[in-house]
C-alpha cells in the first residue's frame, strides 16, 4: 500500500472499530492482526506507540520458549468468574512497547510485534479449560541489572502520589493503609498488563537508564522485524562458517550433552555436564526456541558478521561417530558478506548462541541487506496444522465391526500395548488400524502415528540403527524409523504414540527387532530396562536404548499369503491378535451400499453370492479355510455408483484373479464359483 492509501484505510478502520463496541475475542473478530500490520510504514511522526507495564511471576509464567517473558504477553482471556479483568491485552497494538516487572525486578524491555490473538485452551501449553490471549514481542532487551520496583516507588513516591488523586484507570499502584499512619504505595493486585502515563515513562527511563521515546519505527518495518527472532552462532574462529554454508546448516558442539531435545529444562544440561549458565541457556535456547523462519547471524569476531541465513528447519542431532559438532538446525545462508557493528553501539558478545537484541542501528542494516534477497529464499517449514479431536464416534464411521468389537481391541492396546490384526484380503486391517490409533490418542495427529511395511528385504538397520553410507565417502550411524518414533515420543511422555506395521509377517521378524524382541513387552518398558544397541557406542547418554511406556504398536497380517512362514512365536506372546472377518451381513454395510446409491436388488446379490462362496472357501481346509475368505473391502465402492456394470468389474478383475490364485490347480471350480458370482 501506498502511505496515503495505507492513512485511508486506517479512517475506516476507527469507524468500524467504533461501530463494533460490543466486541469481544470469541466472536473470533480478529481485526487488529488484519489492519496493523502495516503499522512501520507510517511517517515517525505520526508514530504514537503506547508503552506497557508487564507484572508477572517466574513461578506462575508457562513453561514454553515461545511464552517465555520477553518473547510474548499471555493472559487468560476473562477472570476465572468470566469478568474482562484483562482488556488491556486488546487494546495492545504493534511496535508498542513492553516493560517487564518479574518477581517485582525490573527484567527487560520488548516491542510488540502483532496486535492480540485468542489461543484456545487446547492449544495453551498448560492443563487449562480457559482460552488464552496472546501478544508476540520482539527484540527483548534484558537490563544490565535487575532493579526492584519497591526503590522505584522510593524514588518517585511523589509523583506516583500526584497521578493517583486522579485514580487513573488501570494504574499500576495503589494505596495501602496497612494499619501504618500513613498510605502507602504498593503494586496494584491482579494488574497484569497497565498502560505507562507519560508521568511514568519519564520516571522509569530515568531509573532504568533506558530511552522510550527514541524508538525507530523504521528501523523494524519489514516482515522479519515484525514476526522472527535474531539469534546470532558462533563460529570457532571461524573454521565452522564454510561448513555451514555447504551444509546449509548451522552447528554447535557440546557432543557430550547427547540430544539436546532430551532435556526439559536448562538447568537438567547444567547439572548432567557442569555447564556454565550461559552455555546450558545456548544449548537449550538452540534446541528449543529456534525456529523456521528466525535470522541466524554467522559470528566469528566480535566487531562484525560474516554471513547472514533464515532457518529452514528445526534441531536435529547428528549421531554420526566422530562427530563433535552433532547439534544441528537447517539454514538458507543468504548474505556472506561481512556487515560491521555500526560505531557507537557495542560490540557482539562471545557466548556461542545468542537471542541477539537492541542495537537498533545494526538491525536496520541486516534487515536492510535480507529485504534484497527475498526472491532468492528457500521456504520454511510451515508449522504443523493443531490436531483434530477423535473419538470412538469418529472411528465407527464406515466401520462395518460391531462397536464392541472395536471397544475391545482399544482395551487390548491400552493393557497389552501390542496388537496384531489379521484376516483375509478385503478386511479393511490398514483402515481400521489407522482408526484405532487416532481414537487412542484421542486425535487426528499424524505427529503421533506412524506406519512403515515389512517385506523380506526390510532389516534392523531400517528399524533400528545401522551404518548408512556417506555423500563425501565412508559410512555414518543413523537410527531407524522406530528409534526416532521413540525418542520422539520420549519427549511426550504424557500423550500415547501409536506405531503401525503393515504386513508384519512379512519379514524376517527376529532379524529386524533383535534386542527389542524383549524390549517391546508391556512390562519391559521405560529406562529401568534401557539396553545397549547392537551399533551402540556404548559411552555417553544415549548409549543405551528403551521403548518408552507410552508408545503401542499395531500390527497387520494377511492370513491368505501363502508365501509366509508361521509367525514366531516369542512375537506371538507379545502380542494380541484380533480376527477381523468380512462384514457382508452386518447392517453397517447394508447401509454404506444404501447411502452410495446402491439397488435392494444389487445389496442382496453381493451378500448372498459372497456369502456363499466364502462358505465354500472355509469349509476348503485341505486346500483353503477360514483365512482366505473374500473380504467386503472390494465391494466399497470409491467414488462411483455401485450398479450392476460396477459389481461384474470387481468380480472379474479383482475376485476371479483371486480365485485363480487360491484354486490354481482347480480352474474348472473356478469358473463355477465365477458364473454363480456373475449369473
Not at 291 to 313: E, F, M, N
Not at 420 to 429: S, Y
Not at 435 to 448: E, F, P, Q, T
Request: glycine residues 6%.
Amino acid at each position: 500500500l501506498t502511505l496515503e492509501t495505507y492513512k485511508r484505510v486506517l479512517r475506516v478502520v476507527d469507524d468500524v472499530k467504533a461501530r463494533l463496541s460490543d466486541w469481544r475475542p470469541r466472536d473470533n473478530i480478529d481485526i487488529h492482526n488484519f489492519f496493523w500490520i502495516s503499522l512501520g510504514a507510517l511517517d515517525e511522526e505520526e508514530y504514537d506507540p503506547t508503552v506497557w507495564l508487564e507484572t508477572t511471576s517466574s513461578k506462575k509464567r508457562l513453561e514454553h520458549p515461545d511464552w517465555a517473558v520477553g518473547r510474548a504477553l499471555v493472559s487468560a482471556t476473562a477472570a476465572k468468574d468470566g469478568s474482562d479483568w484483562y482488556r488491556a491485552m486488546r487494546e495492545v497494538k504493534p511496535l508498542d512497547i513492553v516493560i517487564h516487572l518479574v518477581d517485582g525486578k525490573f527484567a527487560g524491555t520488548s516491542v510488540a510485534s502483532a496486535a492480540v490473538r485468542v489461543v484456545p485452551a487446547a492449544d495453551v501449553p498448560k492443563d487449562t479449560d480457559r482460552d488464552y490471549y496472546y501478544v508476540p514481542l520482539t527484540d527483548f532487551a534484558p537490563l544490565d541489572s535487575e532493579l526492584d520496583v519497591a526503590d522505584f516507588i522510593t524514588e518517585y513516591e511523589d509523583d506516583i502520589r500526584q497521578e493517583l488523586d486522579d485514580r487513573p484507570t488501570g494504574y499500576p499502584f495503589i494505596l495501602y493503609a496497612g494499619g501504618g499512619p500513613r498510605e502507602r504505595i504498593q503494586l496494584a493486585q491482579g494488574h497484569y498488563l497497565c498502560e505507562v502515563t507519560p508521568t511514568l515513562i519519564d520516571a522509569l527511563q530515568d531509573f532504568l537508564d533506558i530511552s522510550l521515546t527514541d524508538f525507530e519505527p523504521g528501523a523494524t518495518g519489514t516482515d522479519e522485524a515484525q514476526t522472527t527472532t535474531m539469534w546470532l552462532i558462533a563460529t570457532a574462529g571461524g573454521h565452522m562458517k564454510d561448513r555451514f554454508i555447504e551444509e546449509g546448516t548451522a552447528r554447535i558442539g557440546w557432543e557430550e550433552l547427547g540430544d539436546l531435545s532430551q532435556y526439559d529444562s536448562r538447568e537438567e544440561m547444567h547439572d548432567f555436564a557442569e555447564l556454565s549458565s550461559q552455555d546450558s541457556l545456548g544449548c537449550f535456547n538452540f534446541a528449543n526456541a529456534i525456529h523456521p523462519g528466525d535470522i541466524v547471524l554467522s559470528k566469528t569476531y566480535q566487531d562484525r558478521i560474516d554471513a547472514i541465513g533464515i532457518v529452514t528447519s528445526g534441531y536435529e542431532y547428528d549421531a554420526s561417530p566422530g562427530e563433535s559438532w552433532p547439534q544441528v538446525i537447517g539454514v538458507d545462508w543468504l548474505i556472506r558478506d561481512e556487515i560491521a557493528v555500526p560505531a557507537g553501539e557495542k560490540r557482539l558478545p562471545i557466548k556461542t548462541v545468542t537471542e541477539f537484541s537492541g542495537r537498533p542501528k545494526m538491525k536496520r542494516l541486516i534487515l536492510e541487506a535480507l529485504e534484497r534477497t527475498k526472491g532468492s529464499r528457500k521456504p520454511a517449514q510451515p508449522p504443523a496444522p493443531p490436531a483434530t479431536a477423535y473419538t470412538l464416534d469418529h472411528a465407527m464411521e464406515g466401520v462395518f465391526m460391531a462397536r464392541e468389537e472395536v471397544e475391545r481391541i482399544l482395551r487390548s492396546l491400552t493393557v497389552k500395548k501390542n496388537v496384531i490384526l489379521q484376516g483375509p484380503p478385503g478386511v479393511g486391517k490398514t483402515f481400521i488400524a489407522k482408526r484405532l490409533a487416532y481414537c487412542l490418542i484421542g486425535a487426528k495427529d499424524d505427529s503421533r502415528v506412524s506406519m512403515v511395511q515389512f517385506h523380506q528385504s526390510y532389516a534392523y538397520e531400517d528399524f533400528i540403527q545401522g551404518y548408512r553410507p556417506r555423500e563425501d565417502g565412508g559410512f555414518k550411524l543413523q537410527n531407524g524409523v522406530f528409534y526416532e518414533f521413540c525418542r520422539r515420543a520420549e519427549q511426550d511422555p504424557e500423550q500415547p504414540y501409536v506405531f503401525i506395521i503393515d504386513e508384519i509377517n512379512r519379514g524376517n521378524l527376529s532379524k529386524i527387532f533383535g534386542e527389542l524382541m524383549m524390549l517391546i513387552e508391556p512390562d519391559k518398558r521405560g529406562p529401568k530396562f534401557s539396553i545397549n544397541l547392537t551399533y551402540s557406542d556404548r559411552t555417553g547418554k544415549h548409549a543405551k536404548f528403551h521403548v518408552p511406556e507410552n508408545v503401542h504398536l499395531i500390527g497387520m497380517m494377511n492370513t491368505a499369503d501363502r508365501s509366509l512362514a508361521m509367525v514366531d512365536y516369542a512375537l506371538r506372546r507379545r502380542f494380541q491378535f484380533v480376527d477381523l472377518t468380512p462384514k457382508f451381513d452386518s447392517s453397517s454395510f447394508h447401509e454404506f451400499l444404501e447411502e452410495r446409491g446402491a439397488a435392494p436388488g444389487l445389496i442382496s446379490k453381493i451378500v448372498d453370492r459372497l456369502g456363499a462362496l466364502n462358505k465354500q472357501i472355509e469349509v476348503d481346509t485341505k486346500n483353503l479355510g477360514w483365512g482366505f475368505q473374500i473380504g467386503h473391502s472390494f465391494f466399497c465402492p470409491n467414488g462411483v455408483t455401485p450398479d450392476d456394470q460396477w459389481y461384474r468389474d470387481v468380480v472379474e478383475h479383482e475376485i476371479q484373479p483371486l480365485l485363480k490364485e487360491y484354486w490354481f490347480d482347480r480352474l474348472k471350480q473356478v469358473e463355477e464359483e465365477t458364473s454363480k458370482l456373475l449369473a
